[in-house]
């Protein structure tokens, strides 16, 4: 296999050459894939983290002022354990809350219900306001299908559904954090912490 320089690579990327991904692929794949097995992630974890590293190294390089300052094996590898390491604190955040949520003190704090039903209610909504391939693809996603399956279940690409769910995603928080229930909500929040402080 040819070898290319960390220039020759930038290079190629810039101009959307799709060998040097392959050649990315043969080359960093194997340090992605350790580094999530060993911090407990799975075949499927490692090929996504390396998809969003991909991404990321893409745009940094699309800006002609881009200076590689390090290797550029180094500065994705950085770029991905970053990636993975805020997956695992979201899937962390994830189990605190529903152990959280199914402690007795939680379940008999009325105002914690009410809030969550109104939460429950705000995400139905915008989740409903949502266009039908966002709607099956997020769903998807919550029951924990990993990309490549959901791509054979809805007939899409892969690309096609991690560039979807992004948006998806990003447009569900959008239409959330602007729901005038929400935003009633947050205020109210806003409130009481000033009266406690």
């Known amino acids: 296999m040819k070898e290319y320089s960390d220039n020759e690579i930038i290079e190629c990327l810039r101009s959307r050459q799709s060998y040097v991904v392959r050649y990315l692929s043969d080359r960093y794949m194997p340090m992605i894939r350790l580094m999530v097995y060993r911090m407990g ?37 950085a770029i991905c354990e970053n990636l993975w390491k805020s997956v695992l604190e979201k899937r962390q955040a994830a189990a605190n809350y529903l ?15 009410l809030d969550n039903e109104l939460y429950e209610k705000v995400l139905r909504d915008v989740f409903e306001s949502m266009d039908e ?9 919550w029951e924990e299908k990993p990309p490549g399956v959901i791509a054979d279940i809805l007939g899409y690409t892969y690309g096609y559904v991690r560039k979807k769910k992004c948006e998806a995603q990003a447009e569900l928080i959008d239409k959330v954090k602007n729901h005038p229930v929400y935003k009633s909500i947050m205020r109210t929040d806003s409130m009481v912490m000033e009266k406690v402080y």
């Open 133 to 141: 391939v966002s709607k099956k693809i997020l769903t998807l996603y």
């Open 41 to 77: 992630g799975n075949v499927e974890d490692a090929r996504d983290i390396f998809q969003e590293g991909l991404e990321i190294i893409l745009r940094k390089i699309d800006d002609q002022n881009f200076v590689l300052g390090c290797k550029l094996k180094t500065l994705f590898y």
């Open 99 to 113: 152990s959280n949520k199914t402690s007795s003190d939680y379940e008999n704090d009325f105002t914690e219900l």
